[in-house]
């Protein structure tokens, strides 16, 4: 596993996009906080990694501004303001739905903030990613989101949607291999696709490899 780790690394690095590596999740935190400053602003994508890692934990210390999507009594307004202040954060965190031996990094939203700040807005983002995020290219990414992570999220939100049911997507059902085939639910996760490749900003991405699951 460590050399496909190591490969992925390189790949990574080839694409301007920063690579790290620890072998367990309570080597995260440590790693992150050489990562921050004091005073930095910060935001995250939704998240199980974060979780698992204690890094959510870690950003609600005051050495940070944590902007805190996760805060006891939003209103949906206020979760807007959020995303659009995460847009100019000095640091965003997320994980990513999968990371390919060549690199890229494949992330499928609902709400699509958190892809939206992948691609631009934060000074920096930061992703953990468990080692069961590995695959060998865009097509099993595709097919991990298809019959992994979005069955798991739809369970985890209580969607409506066939994946949330079944295990799996519909379009694996009806044969259909494309990217965006999918239910027609008003609650389906699966709405925006973003694929990133070479950077143009070498290192504002950041990949933190776990040697661990963590996530889905």
């Known amino acids: 596993m460590k050399d496909r780790i190591d490969k992925v690394m390189h790949n990574l690095e080839k694409n ?7 072998n367990s999740k309570d080597e995260v935190v440590p790693l992150v906080s050489e990562l921050l400053n004091d005073g930095d602003t910060i935001s995250v994508g939704g998240s199980i990694s974060l979780f698992e890692s ?6 609600r210390c005051d050495r940070y501004k944590f902007l805190d999507r996760y805060t006891d009594g939003l209103s949906q307004q206020d979760i807007r303001e959020i995303y659009l202040q995460s847009m100019d954060a000095d640091a965003y ?4 739905n999968a990371v390919t031996e060549s690199g890229e990094l494949y992330n499928v939203d ?3 903030n958190r892809i939206c700040a992948i691609a631009y807005g934060p000074k920096s983002v930061i992703m953990v990613v468990g080692k069961n995020k590995i695959v060998k290219g865009i097509d099993e990414a595709v097919n991990r989101v298809k019959t992994i992570t979005a069955p798991k999220i739809g369970k985890r939100l209580g969607n409506r949607t066939f994946c949330k049911e079944k295990g799996y997507c519909v379009s694996i059902e009806k044969g259909q291999a494309d990217m965006t085939a999918g239910c ?3 609650e389906r996760t699966c709405c925006n696709f973003l694929v990133s490749g070479k950077q143009r900003i070498k290192n504002r991405i950041k ?4 040697n661990e699951d963590l996530g889905y």
Do not use: D, Q, T, Y
């Open 110 to 112: 609902g709400n699509s």
């Open 184 to 186: 027609s639910s008003p």
């Open 207 to 210: 990949v933190i490899i776990v």
């Open 16 to 22: 301007n996009i920063k690579s790290f590596f620890v």
């Open 93 to 96: 965190f997320c994980s990513s």
């Open 54 to 59: 204690g890094v959510l934990e870690h950003l």
